[in-house]
């Protein structure tokens, strides 16, 4: 057991450090990234910051050769998280399709799904969505609606999708529409530009920020058949492998950390840090972010040893909510001025981010869930 | 990084938890209702002893993850052993073995209440500006009976510290890493135990026709409770391989503060049961219950955290 | 809405507090460990005919309203002297209601004098809040009920006379329409007490039954007619369930001894002993709140179980407050602060476990269904 970065994961760090340091402008907090990586100023930002991030070769590193990654183990990859997402994410959401997209492509496309995509995710051209979720579909996914129907040329996709980040300001939707019949079985995934003619997406301003919530409406949008990916009505194993990626594939917790010393910083200045019931609030954030951290590091070990994923994401995802909240209690208990539109960029982009982590990606309580029955083996109740 | 143990550790901790297994039943209070108040494991002393498992810390090849891995697996026994203060604290502070049982104490406890000091053959002192190890021979030590499950002594008077071995003013940070490492250990453990034998009672215990546990309100607690105890293990065992002060803070406050929920959680859980000195519970939550005021609770932890973290202008 | 007491109910209790005053500190954390001090002082309370404050006056009660039921238990909880006793309460009033002419001429009078002590026998090994679960027989023969089973957790059966016993005579599965009321003789042959002991230092009991004769006129009721008097006797008793100064005792122990050893110089110990001054206040309210629901069955039902709720938690998280602040001398258990929170740990389930509760608010209170 050993819990040390190696030489080559240091150097990793060291030059994500100081290209961030090049790249992000000063204000970055205050005038990019207050409201969160689909803000519209930070979107902007992220297609310049992605072409310098692919000309490093530091997009896919811990993919295979073949796709123009370097196969670089799975803790490089939590390295770059941890590094994006406390500056507040600033590939946007090119992150989902090293995450997730480009690996169910490469496990599930044919060749020549992965020739149009991969390369592409792996220059940083492409910012993706995520059309899954449904107005009576949150948890309970497999009870979405959205139909593709087959014809002569592909699919025609007909109903709507919601809750769909980056949406308005993206290239490409991973999207999942029903062939055949309900439930999981006809579940089917398909990869489509944002643009195509008849899709309309419509923003929804939301409580975390303006910028981030779509809903997107489908009528008779055609698509080839090549953009479906996989199977008709076999897309659930697909799914099933993304959202295991997609729960902890942001470093949330190096986030809160990160708050937590500019917190700090803040306390320090208005001479509230010597308070013990403040410090002992601190410390107990702390150790929630650190604790998220170490249970994280066990997921990416398994990962890195190439193990089937276990029940410790369940775990993982539900101690880095906790650690969100907890920071963010903090701040909102002692700072709240700081979190307006003439606060703090970064406390305000960590308050907000906080609120929806609990729902976000699989609620709090279905990691609870998860817990009870993959973790523990408790009976299903009735 | 790499958080598997190595094969070398893997042969220790079976070997280890191969040992525990057998010393995992406990006499119960019977018919004449008189509590037992805890139950020493002195076979499985013996048996570590033979094995030579207390000096795992000061083996060639091995050191304080090894001696850690110690410390946690024999915590989780219903029985108690004091491993943390003879296999970890002890020969990692003074580069020796120690006669065991260890027992460490702050100055200001030590007319209190101290844990294993009633057995100890050596004790640990911090005077907060020095380190004091003294033998117990010739000490004056009252046995407390509680309900805590651990043995405790307290000093009737304090003893001549000029005249004890001093480990000097720099002992005294590397004193309470390694306390605050142990503490986190032993909890850790404790934890795990309880929620392990609450997990299989309430698959077991039905109501209204089905498991307990198949209520999502049990299940959300007890799923909520082994995230925290998985935490506090890997933060122990963390603070264990660097042996830095700021993890060493952070594991004892995670494990002082996971403490009342799990305790109330598994009590509840199992019922009036759970209730009876008859049932095995409380053998590890009472002396969670005491684990969780060691070294002046987790307000002094949390201040080490921060002073170990935000101590700059 | 009137927020007072009226002068009538003032004069009531300051009668109380004169009378409690020499009984002080009885039953160290109202479990009564001294059993011939706690009969004396309940033949003293039948002397003043306060046992029996809320009954009927045609049965011997004073006919008074839940109100002065609920100032003496307070106070006595404050005191820490006593709880209100099985036989007055349940026993006594589930007799009125349902019994015959002859019961009540039996057993009313020993009761309000406070000669006979009663201990509960509803939970059994397999059966605690599933209550209707339970399988201990009584079979009807000539000679009466013939029982067979067993019961666990019977606080006090050890000291008490008799047992106010819950079984089942109907078919084996029919569940809570199966169910009768008998009154069982402790020291009936056949009839075997296991003490065992428990965390707090006390006892409670397990008996064995093997062929216990029960005579037929010492069921209550109906034959299987016993959980709509079960239900009945639990709203009788709402307003005395928790009271309120329980928690309010258990507070300024807590306060006291923390004065008394100057941790309240400390700043964190003062917020937290300011925060639980505010839940003992919730707590009050929520007493407040069943008093005011009586009559109306289901917001009796949903504040009662708010309370004890409330209550429970607070009282342990006075406790472990304590615990916390302590020096370690508080946690031996020399001193009276970690015996409260061992005490208080059995609170969130005995009576109805705390999810039980939770559960009833949930259901009736919030309408949401399981
Ligand atoms: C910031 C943010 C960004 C998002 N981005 C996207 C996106 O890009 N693309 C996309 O497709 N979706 C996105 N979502 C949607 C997200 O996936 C859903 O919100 C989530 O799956 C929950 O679904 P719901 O909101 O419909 O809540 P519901 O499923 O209606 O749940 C409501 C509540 O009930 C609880 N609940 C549900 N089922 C159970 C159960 N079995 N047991 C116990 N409790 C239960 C939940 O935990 C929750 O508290 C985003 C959400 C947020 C907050
Ligand atoms: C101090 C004390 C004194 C007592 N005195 C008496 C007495 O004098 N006479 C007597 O008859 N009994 C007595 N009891 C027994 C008491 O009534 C039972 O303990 C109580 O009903 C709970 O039953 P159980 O202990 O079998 O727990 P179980 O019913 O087995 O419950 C185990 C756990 O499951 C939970 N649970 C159960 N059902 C649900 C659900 N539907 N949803 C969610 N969670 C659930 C419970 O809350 C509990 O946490 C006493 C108990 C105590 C602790």
Redesign the pocket.
């Known amino acids: 057991m050993d819990f040390a970065w190696t030489e080559s994961e240091q150097a990793y760090r060291a030059e994500l450090v100081s290209l961030l340091e090049q790249q992000l402008p000063p204000d970055w907090w205050d005038a990019y990234a207050y409201d969160g990586p689909a803000g519209p100023e930070l979107m902007v930002h992220a297609r310049r910051f992605n072409a310098e991030l692919a000309q490093r070769n530091l997009v896919v590193r811990h993919w295979p050769r073949a796709y123009g990654g370097q196969e670089a183990s799975a803790w490089s990859q939590i390295i770059l998280s941890e590094e994006m997402w406390s500056n507040g994410e600033p590939r946007s959401s090119l992150y989902l399709g090293a995450n997730w997209a480009g690996p169910a492509i490469m496990k599930f496309g044919t060749e020549a799904q992965k020739q149009r995509y991969l390369r592409p995710i792996a220059d940083g051209k492409l910012l993706w969505?995520?059309?899954?979720?449904e107005p009576e579909a949150?948890?309970?996914l497999a009870n979405m609606k959205t139909r593709a129907e087959p014809d002569a040329d592909g699919y025609v996709i007909n109903g709507s999708?919601v809750?769909?980040?980056?949406a308005s300001r993206a290239d490409i939707m991973f999207l999942l529409a029903r062939v055949g019949g309900s439930g999981k079985g006809g579940v089917s995934c398909f990869i489509l530009p944002v643009n195509s003619p008849g899709m309309e997406v419509r923003p929804i301003p939301a409580i975390?920020s303006p910028h981030?919530?779509n809903e997107v409406f489908f009528t008779d949008v055609r698509v080839p058949a090549d953009a479906l990916l996989g199977e008709p009505g076999k897309g659930w194993d697909i799914v099933t492998t993304i959202l295991h990626y997609e729960r902890i594939g942001a470093a949330r917790y190096e986030f809160s950390r990160r708050t937590l010393d500019r917190v700090v910083a803040h306390l320090k200045q208005r001479g509230l840090f010597d308070d013990p019931t403040v410090q002992a609030e601190l410390a107990t954030a702390l150790a929630a972010t650190e604790a998220a951290r170490l249970l994280t590091y066990v997921v990416i070990d398994g990962r890195a040893k190439e193990r089937p994923p276990g029940p410790d994401t369940y775990v993982a995802r539900y101690a880095m909510v906790q650690a969100d909240h907890a920071v963010a209690n903090i701040a909102s208990t002692y700072l709240s001025d700081l979190l307006t539109e003439q606060g703090d960029g970064m406390l305000r982009s960590h308050f907000t981010s906080a609120i929806?982590a609990g729902?976000?990606?699989?609620?709090?309580?279905?990691q609870l869930?998860m817990i009870s029955g993959r973790y523990l083996g408790l009976p299903r109740g009735a | 990084m790499d958080l598997e143990l190595t094969s070398d550790q893997r042969a220790i901790h079976d070997a280890i938890v191969q040992m525990v297994s057998n010393h995992m039943d406990v006499p119960r209070s019977g018919a004449t209702l008189k509590p037992v108040e805890y139950c020493y494991a002195d076979q499985l002393d013996r048996d570590l002893a033979e094995g030579e498992f207390f000096s795992l810390a000061l083996t060639e090849g091995c050191g304080a993850l090894e001696a850690a891995l110690l410390v946690y697996e024999t915590g989780r026994s219903p029985l108690v052993l004091e491993t943390a203060g003879a296999a970890f604290i002890g020969p990692l502070l003074t580069g020796r073995d120690l006669p065991r049982p260890v027992a460490v104490a702050r100055l200001e406890d030590l007319t209190r209440a101290v844990r294993f000091l009633d057995r100890a053959r050596t004790l640990i002192v911090d005077l907060g500006d020095d380190v004091a190890v003294l033998s117990t021979d010739g000490l004056a030590v009252e046995p407390i009976h509680s309900m805590f499950a651990y043995p405790l002594g307290r000093l009737m008077t304090l003893p001549d510290f000029t005249a004890a071995e001093r480990l000097g003013a720099a002992a005294v940070p590397r004193l309470r890493r390694l306390w605050r490492v142990g503490l986190a250990l032993e909890t850790a453990a404790a934890l795990q135990a309880a929620v392990d034998f609450t997990t299989a009672y309430v698959k077991d215990r039905l109501v209204f026709g089905r498991p307990v546990g198949s209520y999502?309100a049990v299940q959300h607690r007890l799923s909520a409770d082994i995230q925290r105890v998985r935490a506090v293990y890997w933060l122990a065992l963390k603070a264990a391989w660097s042996g830095g002060d700021q993890d060493a803070a952070l594991a004892a406050l995670y494990a002082q503060q996971a403490i009342t929920p799990i305790n109330y959680d598994t009590h509840q859980f199992n019922g009036a049961l759970g209730m009876t000195l008859e049932h095995t519970l409380h053998f590890w939550t009472f002396r969670l219950r005491l684990l969780q005021g060691e070294m002046g609770g987790a307000r002094t932890q949390a201040a080490a955290t921060v002073a170990a973290t935000w101590a700059g202008a | 809405m009137q927020l007072a007491y009226s002068s009538a109910e003032r004069a009531f209790l300051a009668e109380v507090r004169a009378f409690l005053a020499p009984w002080r500190g009885l039953g160290q954390y109202l479990q009564g460990r001294d059993h011939a001090g706690l009969r004396a002082f309940y033949k003293a309370l039948g002397v003043k005919n306060w046992l029996s404050l809320g009954w009927p006056v045609d049965h011997g009660g004073r006919g008074l309203p839940p109100i002065y039921e609920f100032l003496l238990w307070d106070e006595m909880a404050h005191a820490r002297i006593a709880r209100p006793p099985l036989s007055a309460g349940i026993v006594a009033k589930t007799i009125i209601r349902y019994g015959t002419d002859a019961q009540k001429a039996r057993w009313l009078e020993p009761i309000r004098t406070g000669e006979l002590m009663f201990s509960l026998g509803y939970s059994e090994p397999e059966a605690g809040s599933d209550l209707a679960s339970l399988r201990t027989r009584a079979e009807l023969g000539p000679e009466g009920y013939r029982i067979n089973g067993t019961k666990i957790w019977s606080s006090s059966a050890q000291d008490s006379d008799y047992l106010w016993l819950l079984c089942r005579t109907g078919e084996v599965a029919s569940r809570a329409a199966g169910l009768s009321l008998l009154i069982v003789d402790l020291r009936a042959p056949g009839l075997r007490i296991r003490p065992m002991a428990k965390m707090s230092g006390n006892v409670f009991c397990e008996l064995f039954f093997d062929d216990v004769i029960v005579p037929v006129d010492q069921r209550i009721g109906p034959q299987d007619g016993a959980w709509k008097m079960m239900n009945a006797s639990l709203a009788d008793e709402r307003h005395v369930q928790f009271p309120p100064k329980r928690v309010l005792a258990d507070y300024e122990t807590v306060r006291d001894w923390a004065m008394a050893h100057g941790l309240d110089r400390d700043p964190v110990v003062r917020e937290r002993l300011a925060e639980l001054a505010v839940d003992v206040l919730e707590c009050q309210a929520h007493a407040l709140r069943v008093l005011t629901a009586q009559g109306d069955d289901v917001r009796a039902s949903i504040a009662a179980a708010a309370n004890k709720r409330a209550s429970t938690d607070t009282i342990q998280a006075i406790a472990r407050a304590a615990m916390d602040f302590g020096i370690p001398a508080a946690l031996t258990t020399a001193a009276p602060i970690e015996q409260l929170w061992r005490q208080t740990l059995e609170e969130s389930l005995g009576g109805g476990t705390t999810e039980i509760m939770t559960s009833i608010i949930a259901r009736q209170g919030l309408g949401l269904k399981a």
Do not use: L, M, P, R
């Open positions: 969505c995520q059309g899954f979720s949150g948890t309970d999708k809750w769909t980040s980056y975390h981030d919530f929806t729902i976000a990606a699989g609620a709090a309580e279905v869930n | 999502q």
